[in-house]
């Protein structure tokens, strides 16, 4: 008998340790989906407002970059102060007088008056028809730093920007950072490739630029000062920007928010360049643009002007 009742606890006790090993079973790896799943669901939100954070951080820093008298702006390489037209047409700088562009700008008389300067980066495109197609229905002229593309159906394109009365600029050739950056002769081989095709092309001889990622880039396999230097004695000159469209800071960003980016701290300056990006998947850039010139003209004492040699350089970094 007490073998039975031995037995009978046994598999009593057996019983208990396989409900308990069921149980296991079952609840462990339920609970682990359950902790993996909110992990998950917390990682999610998480990175949506790191990302969102991290968009209004790098619109912050644009804007406060900008303040920085000192140098204007960030990135772009602009000429000099003077009142001649950002590009020269070898033999024919009076024309850009006649047609009214580039030195249009303003004189000494205006300086109460706001200016802003749209820029475009990285064209021609094939947004780069839709951009001028607007800018001529509002009678805007804007300043395109343009890279080189040497396929038949970028030509006209090129040729439509100054013939329309556009600031022709320099962004680079390749706009490659791992060749560009990688020593000043890099950079010089590269910058005057661009030179001579945009020559050949529009009889333009440029001499703004912008650099690519802006002269605060820091990419850069020089130092950005040895560039700096080099573009001076070339008689070029850089311009960077004080505002930001934020349309190059993520995959998609709706026509609303560049409009506003470009116009919330717009009245802080006297002179604004505002980046915006001239390529195939900016649409929101386009479709900004009727809005972003409204809200611009619509604002006292302001006017759109392309960067000349009156453009104050916007410097992120300079050598001064
Ligand atoms: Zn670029």
Redesign the pocket.
Known sequence: MAETDAEQEARQAKRKRIRRIKLLIFVVPLFSITILLGLCIFLGIRLHMVKKELRDMRAAIEATTVIDQTDSADNTNDADTDTEPALYTVSEVDEFKQTGNAEEAVSEEDSSVRKVYLTF??GPSSNTNRILDILADYDVKATF?V?GKEEEEYQALYNRIVEEGHTLAM??YS?KYNEIYQSVESFSTDLSKLQEFLYDTTGVWCRYC?F??GSSNTVSRVDMHELIDYLEDQDMSYFDWNISSGD?ASAYISSADIIRNCTVNLRDYDEAIILM?DASNKNSTVEALPGLIETIQAMEDTKILPITDDTERIHHISND
């Open positions: 980066d990285d730093f890279v962004h680079s706009h912008r690519p990622g190059a990006h």
